[in-house]
């Protein structure tokens, strides 16, 4: 009885192991990957930045309806744009910004109103109602810096109930 080498054969030339060429090609396809990778999530960072001022501005304008309701005084929301085109925004009890609520805030860097948007103060009256006209009001958030894939977010405020609603983001 003859025994056989046991050892498997895998390639029929009998050569074991990848060729530089193999190895060559799995390099370049992982590269291609990585950069498809790293594409993506490029703009996470500028997204998370647009996102969380969103939702300090609609929280902001929460409180300041929360306040009207509460403390039976009207209650303003003010914000613009700094001549850097940073935006800001703070909630006072009068015109006169003499009886602030917290601190000013200032958006992330970068992040400025629109210049389409209108940066009239919004009022909050007693009842939680907005003291500006019937349609609801936009506003507009933008990245500062040209090309077309700059990012954007749109807030609503609505008149008769002082609800925020973020449209876009």
């Not at 005084?73 to 609520?101: D, H, K, Q, W």
Request: glycine share 8%; aromatic share 10%.
């Amino acid at each position: 009885m003859e025994v056989r080498n046991a050892k498997p054969r895998y390639f029929p030339w009998g050569a074991d192991g990848f060729t530089l060429i193999e190895m060559l090609a799995v390099l370049a396809i992982m590269i291609f990957m990585m950069g498809l990778a790293i594409g993506a999530f490029q703009n996470y960072g500028k997204h998370a930045s647009i996102t969380s001022s969103v939702l300090r501005m609609k929280s902001s304008l929460a409180l300041a309806r929360q306040l009207a309701i509460t403390k039976r005084v009207r209650t303003t929301f003010v914000f613009a744009n700094t001549p850097e085109e940073r935006g800001y925004f703070y909630l006072t009890t009068n015109a006169a910004a003499t009886g602030m609520i917290g601190d000013t805030n200032l958006l992330n860097q970068g992040i400025f109103f629109d210049p389409a948007t209108d940066t009239n103060p919004i009022t909050f009256k007693l009842d939680g109602a907005c003291t500006f006209g019937t349609a609801p009001r936009n506003i507009m958030l933008r990245e500062r810096g040209g090309g077309t894939n700059r990012l954007s977010a749109t807030m609503q405020v609505y008149p008769l109930t002082g609800r925020v609603k973020v449209l876009s983001d």
